[in-house]
């Protein structure tokens, strides 16, 4: 019985440093090798090196000159260590007030819209922290941005053509629009 508990500690002991010490450390040392940029969140830096956020997550752009995202339902809103969905079923009155409250503050802020909203502006996603919107979501908000940043609604369709990220392998998936790179695109357009 004693060489049973002896195996079996040496056993542990092992392991823990295989799979706890030893592999860890040979992944991370590989992605920061093979995936430098991905291994270190996938951060988008400004000119003076201070960084503007991370591809992977999304920001909360509630600016009328800007594109929106999805809603966050982390607490606060985006926070990445606090990632989850609200949970909220179709005929909970949250969700429908939070719904309602998003539609009208999207027609505030362009009231000549009249196409109808597109559902992942005014839904969150299942983490909360989706940095992408689907094409008609950025199709949506075209006309409010260009006409708040003063340009044609053309020159804002070629930036969310050039922010926009196919399917994956050509198949799969839907085509999306980084919200981030899309807003600081716009940002750095010169007039």
């Not at 992944?27 to 995936?35: C, E, G, I, S």
């Not at 606060?76 to 179709?90: D, E, H, T, V």
């Not at 804002?156 to 629009?177: C, I, S, W, Y």
Request: aromatic share 8%; net charge positive; glycine share 8%.
């Amino acid at each position: 019985m004693l060489q049973h508990i002896k195996t079996s500690i040496t056993a542990l002991i092992i392991f823990t440093v295989i799979c706890g010490i030893i592999y860890p450390l040979i992944v991370t040392a590989l992605a920061q090798v093979l995936f430098h940029n991905q291994a270190q969140g996938s951060l988008i830096y400004s000119k003076e090196g201070k960084v503007l956020g991370s591809t992977l997550i999304g920001q909360n752009f509630n600016d009328p000159k800007y594109f929106w995202g999805r809603l966050s339902a982390t607490s606060p809103a985006y926070n990445a260590s606090f990632s989850s969905g609200s949970n909220l079923g179709p005929s909970n009155p949250a969700l429908i007030d939070e719904v309602k409250g998003r539609v009208s503050a999207l027609k505030a802020a362009d009231p000549n819209n009249t196409h109808p909203v597109p559902v992942d502006l005014v839904t969150s996603s299942g983490s909360g922290l989706d940095p992408h919107i689907s094409l008609a979501a950025a199709y949506y908000q075209m006309s409010r941005v260009a006409k708040v940043r003063g340009i044609s609604r053309k020159t804002v369709k070629a930036m969310v053509d050039q922010n926009t990220n196919g399917r994956f392998l050509g198949l799969l998936g839907e085509p999306v629009v980084n919200v981030l790179r899309l807003n600081l695109a716009l940002d750095n357009y010169k007039k």
